[in-house]
């Protein structure tokens, strides 16, 4: 078989491209899908792209997912890509998860806390089979789900509000120095790391990655012995001080997933034993990947409370350099560009190195040859 | 040879800054580049942003070019040597696109030459910048995985675990093995990666009249070797350094002296040798120089591809 050469990249690229955006479409006769719906019915995967894009805006969110054909860490890539180039005019307020209007607040932690569990959209307790009636064209709206009569607590209490009045949680301290925290988008990852830089990191992570490493240590790889204390899925208010007004103003609402899990600290010479708390938050709801975080988020505070830390998901270096799947997705598939330099100067090292071993085990023959 | 006919959609309708990053970005990176400059072989860390090509594609090169290009640059960019290569093209489409800015294949032409794998043959002069595009910019990082480690290496100037792991290559192998990348010291301060280069290209780094920068986007480092800076290949007095040499020449243009791509030709064995550089293959064949294989269909290609 003859090989020729690849040549004249430019042609090759355009008709790729060409390809690819017809493969993207799919046969004609199937109509063709559209942003709106993919925001409406596609929402956790929108979701999931705001939050690793770290950009807050569904209908981007949804083009991008239709434009990667539902690759979704493509469709964060193109998120990341374009959110890098908008200009920024300041720094919000930070967001109250405490003042949420919740629509899911469920704890582990007691049978019945104050403001009650809410269950909310949840797939928690549904039985994965799968329903052929959505998969009949013209199907009926789904019924509406029953209002509650009685309506719930606003602000809706938290964890740590149950705690409180025992110190049995270690507190939510506000930093004093209101220093601004450290972004990642802006500088690059600095060790040790703060827990702000650590956070950010976490919260743009692979939701993949995330849960792996959470999962290793619940398994007893850098074991953290976690308890759901509380998970709120709702929206908060987003407020910004404009320079020209000098109070805040609100500027829009965001859909978020916070989680905080609780682990148990047997106490130091220092301090009384106490619970301490792994914190995750994300944009839309995502809730795997906000437990994920906030069990990874305690591992990684090994310091604070003296663990020994021996485990992956101990080690920040490897968790916070690795947590990125744009920065990964693109490495590993780099490969797929050409190395024949490379791979030239390898190819040879390795034939000498041959020659050398035949000559030295088999002199006579290599003579002969 | 210059082309400008290059597609300008950027320019009617400005959906992006000129040159894709915005103004405090460029700042920001020109101030890295200057540090790295004042201190040639130290990495730089950088607030390197997303780029609207993948991690390990060329993010840092480009953000580099970004930070520097201007609408009366010529710019060249290559891979593996060649201008034609996939990467290469794509790169220089963006360039074309986001800053109106006129391309080349010709080396001596060109104001800025962005690069992955390769230095081209043809010396550089001054006022030339070469852009590398750097994969992973420390060069201690296959012996030592942690970051603060060999950030810590460089500063105390602790380069002994490099030296060892080149003697343990001379005594596995009887030579140092290193092909590509093969670590440089720099004005005999900065151990330095080459970027994944073939060893072949390291001595064109010493006193090169260019500027050199090095642009890791993943890894968020720049670094650069100002013109006329001493890199030094590390070695052994009793084991020299060496670069790699052929028994074939270009198949194509003759040339015994330039770095060569093996292609293979069919599936019992035979192969031909050409010059990954196409640009200097391509100005030796107009010059009258002839290899062995002479008219060969790649050489045709390459033909149609620059037109």
Redesign the interface.
């Known amino acids: 078989?003859?090989?020729?050469?690849v040549?004249?990249?430019?042609k090759?690229?355009t008709n790729a491209h060409s390809w690819l955006a017809e493969a993207r479409r799919g046969d004609p006769r199937v109509p063709e899908i559209d942003v709106a719906q993919i925001r409406e019915q596609m929402s956790l995967a929108v979701d999931r792209v705001m939050a690793e894009g770290s950009c807050y805006d569904p209908d981007l969110a949804a083009l991008a997912i239709k434009q990667a054909r539902g690759d979704l860490p493509e469709a964060i890539?193109l998120v990341?890509?374009y959110?890098?180039?908008l200009?920024r005019f300041g720094a919000s307020e930070p967001v109250e998860t405490e003042e949420m209007a919740v629509l899911r607040r469920i704890s582990a932690a007691f049978k019945d806390i104050p403001g009650g569990q809410i269950l909310g959209p949840t797939f928690d307790y549904t039985h994965r089979l799968l329903d052929f009636a959505l998969a009949a064209e013209g199907a009926s709206l789904p019924a509406a789900a029953a209002l509650s009569e009685t309506p719930q607590p606003y602000p809706m209490p938290t964890i740590g509000s149950v705690f409180a009045h025992e110190d049995l949680l270690e507190r939510d301290e506000r930093p004093e120095a209101e220093d601004a925290p450290f972004d990642l988008?802006?500088?690059?990852?600095?060790?040790?790391a703060g827990r702000d830089q650590r956070l950010q990191a976490l919260a743009r992570g692979d939701e993949g990655f995330l849960l792996s490493l959470a999962y290793s240590s619940q398994r007893g790889w850098g074991s953290t012995h976690p308890l759901c204390g509380e998970i709120r899925f709702g929206d908060v208010t987003v407020e910004f001080v404009p320079e020209e007004l000098g109070f805040p103003i609100e500027i829009g609402e965001l859909s978020v997933t916070e989680c905080q899990m609780l682990s148990g600290f047997s106490g130091s010479a220092e301090r009384a034993p106490q619970y301490t708390r792994g914190y995750g938050l994300t944009f839309g709801h995502c809730e795997r990947k906000a437990m994920s975080m906030a069990i990874v988020d305690r591992a990684l505070r090994h310091r604070e409370v003296g663990e020994q830390a021996d485990a992956p998901v101990q080690d920040e270096?490897f968790v916070l350099?690795h947590s990125d799947n744009?920065?990964a997705?693109?490495?590993?598939?780099?490969?797929k560009?050409?190395?024949?330099?490379?791979f030239?100067?390898?190819?040879?090292?390795i034939r000498r190195?041959r020659r050398?071993h035949f000559e030295r085990n088999n002199p006579i023959k290599v003579a002969a040859e | 040879m210059i082309s400008t006919s290059t597609p300008r959609s950027n320019e009617t309708e400005r959906y992006?800054?000129y040159a894709?990053?915005?103004e405090q970005t460029k700042r920001m990176i020109r101030r890295a580049i200057l540090k790295a400059l004042a201190i040639p072989g130290y990495q730089v860390?950088?607030?390197?942003?997303?780029?609207?090509v993948?991690?390990?594609?060329g993010?840092g090169g480009i953000q580099l070019t970004a930070a520097i290009i201007g609408p009366d640059d010529v710019y060249k960019c290559i891979?593996?040597?060649a201008d034609?290569?996939?990467?290469?093209?794509?790169i220089r489409?963006f360039f074309a696109k986001v800053a109106d800015v006129a391309t080349t294949e010709d080396t001596a032409e060109a104001t800025i030459i962005q690069t992955?794998?390769?230095i081209p043959e043809q010396t550089l002069k001054a006022g030339q910048v070469l852009v590398f595009q750097v994969?992973q910019p420390e060069p201690l990082r296959g012996l030592e995985?942690?970051?603060?480690e060999t950030r810590a290496m460089h500063a105390y100037e602790e380069y002994g675990l490099q030296y060892v792991s080149l003697y343990e290559n001379v005594s596995a192998?009887?030579r140092i093995?290193a092909?590509?990348?093969y670590p440089v010291m720099v004005e005999e301060r900065y151990l330095m990666s080459p970027s994944?280069?073939?060893?072949?290209d390291n001595p064109k780094m010493d006193d090169n009249e260019a500027i050199l920068l090095f642009g890791a986007g993943?890894e968020?480092?720049i670094y650069a070797v100002p013109p006329h800076t001493q890199v030094r290949s590390l070695d052994f007095e009793d084991y020299p350094f060496e670069v790699?040499t052929w028994e074939e020449s270009c198949a194509l243009c003759g040339a015994d002296d330039a770095?060569?791509?093996?292609?293979?030709?069919?599936?019992v064995g035979t192969k031909m040798f050409v010059c990954?550089d196409s640009h200097h293959c391509g100005q030796r064949r107009a010059e009258g120089h002839v290899g062995p294989m002479a008219g060969h269909?790649?050489a045709q290609?390459?033909a149609?591809?620059a037109l």
């Open positions: 078989m003859a090989y020729v050469s040549k004249g990249g430019e090759a690229i890539f990341r890509a959110r890098t180039t200009p988008t802006r500088e690059p990852m600095a060790f040790p270096e350099y744009v920065e997705s693109g490495f590993v598939q780099h490969l560009l050409p190395h024949y330099v490379d030239q100067a390898d190819l040879q090292l190195l050398e | 992006y800054n894709y990053l915005d860390p950088f607030g390197s942003r997303e780029m609207p993948p991690y390990g594609w993010t891979d593996q040597g034609d290569t996939t990467n290469a093209v794509s489409q992955r794998h390769r994969p995985a942690r970051e603060t192998y009887g093995a092909t590509a990348g994944p280069i073939p060893k072949f993943r968020k480092r790699q770095y060569l791509d093996e292609v293979v030709l069919d599936d990954s269909q790649l290609g390459e149609e591809a």
